[in-house]
């Protein structure tokens, strides 16, 4: 996968998290909504999941050359994947509170979003831990 692939999916997420933000205060405000929902939370996972994180890995890219360990292209639709799915179900979920009734059912699939995340992550280290060893 080349390093403008990596590029262009960090300034996606940084001007979805962006964009996100805006449709939370807007949408809470709209709604007349005060309490507390999980919307608040799709900005920073957007912004540090997705931004930061694909700008770091377009670092280690360049530094290390980990885009070209043979299973990264499967490592990125897998943790971009989870990504997707955590965002999803906290929009719904948020959408949902901000409406007056709340959907727990919808946890378990954000939790699963969230433990692909994470093998995502410690699978991205191992990578990165190949291409240190050479």
Known sequence: ????????????????????????????????????????????????????????????AKLFAVNEVRSFTLWFIVYNAGLVLTLVTMYVRGIAQVQGFDINGLNHFAGLGHAVLGAGIIWFMFMLGKKLQK
């Open 1 to 60: 996968m080349k390093e403008k692939s990596l590029y262009y999916t960090s300034f996606f997420y940084a001007i979805a998290g962006l964009l996100s933000g805006i449709f939370y205060r807007e949408f809470t405000k709209v709604n007349e909504f005060e309490g507390v929902t999980i919307l608040k939370g799709t900005h920073t996972h957007l912004l540090v999941l997705g931004f930061m994180f694909f700008l770091i890995v377009l670092i280690l």
